[in-house]
């Protein structure tokens, strides 16, 4: 069987004009039927970030996605599992997703597939940030912030105020990081190459994580694929709104 792994789509990306949401939403809706048509496939990891902005309000949801979570619904309904990892902009999720037939991890998560051991995580917040970078993880991670922009907030407000912080922040970046053009708020500013925190966590803690046969994750937007010691394979995976399907990565188990 074939388990395919893909992140980063950003779908409805507002920092981009509508026939580039357009085309974004196609390629992605292309490669959900492309590949979960096929007999082997045994499964799709969306590794976060899929939607730029997601956020399930008490009674409604984000608009805009109906294509795509229609999509998903019917692949899950075929029997071919969809999981789910959440990122930075879509781990506000609280049932709705599942109600579709996913399957929603926890922000670090493991699986197995055909007896390799895989640890899995979209790859945001790993690494010990600056104090500001920390305190608006801790918000946007508390149970009590999220309880109340979730019931005391008005989903319209509520997804302006999303939408817009999440593309003024691609914009702002996206002059400085030419190729990929979606450095978001959780990203560390600074001189090192996109995705070497993420190694540097890795071999940090790799006594812990010298179990797992890969380490797969997203985030970073820059595909990264290096074998480690014992024979542990790092993936970081490059962003499906850059390099479209070519930036899923393939187990076959």
């Known amino acids: 069987m074939k388990y395919y792994f893909v992140g980063d789509a950003h779908l409805g990306c507002r920092a981009w004009d ?41 009674h409604s949801i984000p608009d805009g996605y109906d294509n795509v979570l229609e999509q998903i619904r019917k692949v ?25 037939g996913v399957t929603v991890h926890k922000k670090t998560s493991e699986t197995t597939l055909g007896g390799k051991r895989i640890f899995l995580a979209h790859g945001h917040g790993l690494n010990s940030q600056g104090k500001p970078v920390k305190l608006m993880n801790a918000i946007f991670e508390s149970p009590f912030c999220q309880w109340g922009f979730r019931h005391l907030v008005m989903p319209k407000a509520g997804l302006w105020f999303g939408r817009k912080w999440s593309a003024s922040n691609h914009r702002k970046h ?52 290096m074998m480690m010691k014992d024979n542990v394979r790092l ?11 070519d930036s899923a990565f393939c187990i076959e188990a």
């Open 18 to 58: 509508i026939e580039r949401r357009e085309e974004m939403e196609r390629e992605f809706l292309s490669f959900l039927t492309q590949h979960t048509g096929n007999k082997e496939c045994g499964g799709i990891f969306l590794m976060g970030d899929i939607f730029d902005f997601w956020f399930e309000f008490a």
């Open 235 to 245: 993936v970081i995976l490059d962003g499906f709104f850059v390099s479209g399907m």
């Open 76 to 100: 899950a309904a075929s029997g071919v599992k969809i999981h789910f990892i959440p990122g930075n902009h879509d781990q506000w999720t609280y049932g709705y997703l599942a109600s579709l």
């Open 174 to 225: 996206n002059s400085e990081y030419k190729d990929d053009g979606c450095i978001d708020y959780y990203e560390i500013q600074g001189g090192d190459m996109p995705g070497d925190e993420q190694v540097e966590w890795v071999k940090k803690n790799f006594e812990k994580l010298k179990q797992y046969d890969y380490i797969i994750m997203g985030h970073r937007h820059q595909g990264i694929d």
